[in-house]
């Protein structure tokens, strides 16, 4: 699709279309149902999306959680299959994809179109619904495997990972000829990841080998705006028709309160805020069915299940995240819609599926971070037409409190940060280019052409295209001999996995096929052991956190205490226990304020003490009309915002302020930015090269939402004159490298990257007989390619993914560009608002300083008697 896109054509209610019509349904069987299952009639995502649906246009709809999207999308469609059976009989074959980022969405829709089709059958008086429906996923079985594959039913459920692998096998080549329908739900959660892109190529793939283009279809509550979601839809030479859907007339929007678990001249206490937490959450469960509560970090969900256990009941309350077992996820989930639970604990709202049953309040604890997560989180709440979407915020810091008020407004006014999709992700593009030669010689012109349709590949260059193929053939510069740390269980990672000749390429043989199918995905996750307790499966652990259990360490999985016996392979024997369990540790991508929520909470923070300085009741009367608070939580914010007044100054627009306080080793420099944490950790980063350069020494680098903060040794005490050459736009990105390159954050995506390209695998045929193997991939690995061919690809990859995905550089250079006014202020110890933004983050150590230097400065240091 083409960039200016922009006049992407748009439908919109008219006063003039009444609620009672069916419009585009003309099937009988299918009316009748929908008439005598909804007597209201059609919500507007449904009135506006089956014309468009049904004339065979790409659409994607935009509509709240709970509008009857999923139906919207598949009513026309059954329509068209039960029309055909009507008019002369329904051919077998599959003609419907319905791609579902998550395997329990996948699950929940196929039993809400399981229902419809029993009813239906029943009034036509058939034997077996006409209409069939298969579901393929990770967890799908060999025998069912084989059912799909000689029987396709019309309509097929499936993950991005699993179309993937499909379309890599030769025995489905003549399935997807029938296909005339894709379905993507959950858009807004594919367009910024790596995940998204890998699923438009496989969407490009699908659709060159159909009979026909086949209709898109995009499902999504939060995408604001839209035309990105479109365009990765679609990809190049399609156009979406945008339907923008309200909700059903006189349903109110998302419900959210922001509360305090911390009083007005209280110090912020963990331990305090925590126990009023759990009672909150009590109290809550009382007054409501099901309550659904949200943190930020499985470990986080692992405590509060543990805890409200004790208050609640043990059968009351359920855990729910990735790294528990698949078994007891689905447990769960059958039990919440039945309304047997009275609260539920999740660190993901995807997760869990799209029918909540009686869930009436979503609870959020900890700052969700964007607009978009915080609806999504909400509106797990009230999950279904007609009912009201609540949610509560509580938050057990100033800082926290204000970061609620300015998100909880914003979800208010649904405005959803805009996506950005991510570009050219070239371990994707070599993941894929072996699923294509998995399924028989391909044309690497025609190969081109086919990937670059894709919106996410629309940038790719032919020389990155050719330098992909080239590291896949084993033509790119390595040292031979580079193995996993056990020989034979995985491949040389200079091998070949395709040949490549006159402009054709395949692959190599079935052994790589194999790597591919156990290997496919993009999914990154630290190396994890399984935990069972008596031969049950309960989840799993990171590996590096099992190694260091000891016999007889208590640790928390699925909300129960659990004693550590033994670590046997890659499975942790463990027994039930009782006592007070530590939290496991699962490593992950850390959570920030998206760019816009930081730069509102900037303002936000400059307006509050604009109108405390006028007086305390401004201050109070816009709070309360604005953002909504309560008199405590508004008493909360009053004494950060007199106390950082006082001690220093709140930070003005256009510009950034440096806070100088003595440190236990030397200096602190705290600076205040309206960025994020990925923006703040780019500019950081840079700002450290520039003062590891100038010094030749260690320091220690601080990252947090608004601010970034950098310790040096006393020696390396900084002026007001010294602030503004660190702060310049000129050479950032190479800055932003250097300092990368001092941590070991690069080696550690390098390891990501590899395993998407199959480099390296994540499972390699034989298992792994210990943990920590793909440790060896950043230790050993990254600098072996460093050295021999620094313009690999995958190493392109990795500093691209760094710099744009994980630390939003252009953010932080397009802020820096701004020339922000230095502000300097000379402390004698943190301010507030350093207290409450930057200091409770632990700091990662930056090395500047060689061996050699820092072994000779002891010594002066030793015989001179310098405490320096």
């Not at 528990?324 to 819609?337: C, F, G, S, Y």
């Amino acid at each position: 699709m083409p960039r200016d896109s922009a006049r992407l054509p748009r439908t919109r209610p008219r006063p003039s279309e009444t609620v009672g019509v069916l419009p585009a349904i003309r099937s009988s069987a299918i009316r009748s149902w929908f008439l005598r299952t909804f007597p209201g009639g059609p919500t507007p995502a449904q009135r506006l999306a089956w014309p468009a649906i049904a004339s065979g246009e790409h659409v994607l709809l935009v509509s709240p959680t709970g509008s009857g999207k999923t139906l919207a999308a598949f009513l026309a469609i059954l329509d068209r299959l039960f029309r055909e059976l009507e008019q002369g009989g329904l051919e077998p074959g599959l003609r419907c994809v319905f791609v579902s980022p998550l395997r329990s969405l996948g699950y929940d829709i196929e039993r809400n179109l399981l229902g419809p089709l029993e009813e239906i059958r029943r009034d036509l008086g058939l034997e077996a619904s006409p209409v069939t429906i298969g579901v393929r996923s990770g967890d799908t079985s060999g025998h069912l495997r084989r059912k799909l594959r000689e029987r396709p039913p019309h309509l097929l459920i499936t993950t991005p990972e699993s179309l993937s692998l499909l379309l890599s096998q030769k025995t489905w080549g003549r399935i997807w000829q029938g296909v005339e329908y894709l379905i993507v739900d959950e858009v807004h959660a594919l367009v910024p990841t790596k995940r998204g892109a890998d699923l438009a190529v496989s969407l490009e793939r699908l659709s060159a080998r159909s009979a026909r283009d086949p209709s898109r279809i995009g499902l999504s509550a939060t995408c604001r705006p839209p035309d990105p979601a479109a365009r990765f839809l679609v990809g190049a030479g399609r156009e979406a028709r945008v339907i923008e859907a309200p909700r059903p007339d006189g349903e109110p929007g998302p419900a959210i309160e922001v509360d305090s678990l911390l009083q007005r001249d209280e110090e912020p206490h963990r331990g305090l805020t925590y126990r009023r937490l759990l009672r909150r959450i009590r109290d809550e469960a009382d007054r409501n069915r099901t309550t659904i509560v949200f943190a930020n970090t499985r470990a986080v969900t692992e405590r509060i299940t543990h805890d409200l256990r004790e208050r609640l009941g043990s059968e009351a309350v359920a855990a729910h995240h990735s790294a528990l077992d698949a078994r007891r996820r689905r447990a769960v989930e059958a039990r919440m819609k039945a309304g047997e639970l009275r609260t539920v604990v999740s660190s993901t709202s995807l997760e869990l599926g799209v029918d909540i049953g009686t869930a009436d309040l979503a609870v959020l604890v900890g700052l969700p971070g964007s607009v978009s997560r915080c609806l999504q989180r909400v509106g797990r709440a009230g999950h279904q037409v007609g009912a009201n979407t609540r949610g509560l915020m509580l938050a057990a810091t100033p800082a926290e409190l204000a970061g609620a008020a300015v998100t909880a407004r914003a979800a208010r006014e649904g405005r959803v940060e805009p996506l950005r999709m991510v570009s050219r992700p070239l371990d994707v593009l070599c993941q894929q280019l072996i699923g294509m030669a998995c399924a028989g010689e391909c044309s690497a012109d025609e190969a081109f052409a086919l990937v670059t349709r894709a919106a996410p590949m629309a940038g790719l260059s032919r020389d990155e295209f050719e330098a992909c193929l080239d590291f896949l053939a084993g033509a790119l510069a390595a040292p031979p001999g580079a193995w996993e740390p056990e020989p034979g269980a995985s491949p040389r990672w200079t091998s070949p996995r395709i040949w490549k000749k006159a402009g054709l390429f395949g692959v190599r043989n079935s052994k790589i096929v194999r790597w591919f199918r156990a290997n496919v995905g993009t999914i990154t996750s630290e190396e994890s052991v399984r935990v069972v307790v008596e031969e049950e499966p309960i989840g799993t652990l990171e590996g590096t956190y099992a190694e260091r259990l000891q016999q007889g360490d208590r640790f928390v999985l699925d909300g129960r205490a659990l004693e550590f016996l033994r670590l046997d392979g890659l499975t942790v024997h463990a027994r039930r226990s009782g006592g007070d369990p530590k939290l496991p540790r699962w490593t992950s991508d850390r959570q920030g304020l998206s760019a816009e929520l930081a730069s509102e909470l900037a303002a936000f923070r400059y307006r509050a003490a604009t109108l405390l300085d006028e007086g305390p009741s401004a201050f109070r009367s816009w709070l309360v009309d604005s953002y909504r608070l309560e008199p405590e939580a508004i008493g909360v914010l009053e004494a950060l915002f007199a106390a950082q007044e006082r001690l220093s100054e709140v930070p003005r627009p256009g510009s950034v302020l440096v806070e100088e306080a003595p440190d236990e080793q030397g200096y602190s420099y705290t600076f205040h930015a309206p960025l994020g944490r990925s923006a703040c950790e780019a500019a950081g980063r840079a700002v450290s090269a520039r003062l590891g350069r100038r010094f030749g020494r260690d320091l220690r680098l601080v990252v947090a939402d608004l601010g970034w903060q950098i310790r040096l040794p006393v020696e390396a005490r900084l002026g007001a004159d010294d602030l503004a050459p660190l702060l310049s736009p000129e050479g950032f990105s190479a800055d932003v490298l250097e300092g990368v390159d001092r941590g070991d954050l690069l080696a550690r995506r390098f390891r990501h990257v590899a395993a998407t390209a199959l480099m390296v695998l994540r499972r390699p045929e034989g298992g792994r007989t210990k943990v920590g193997g793909l440790l060896w991939v950043s230790q050993r690995l990254f600098p072996l390619v460093q050295a021999a061919c620094p313009d690999h690809p995958l190493l392109r990859e990795t500093r691209r993914e760094v710099l744009d995905d994980l630390l939003d550089a252009t953010t932080a250079r397009a802020w820096l560009e701004s020339r922000p006014v230095v502000r300097f202020r000379s402390l004698e110890g943190p301010s507030p608002f350093a207290a409450a933004w930057i200091d409770a983050a632990g700091p990662e150590p930056m090395r500047f300083e060689s061996p050699e230097a820092a072994l000779r400065r002891f010594h002066e240091r030793l015989f001179s008697g310098d405490d320096a």
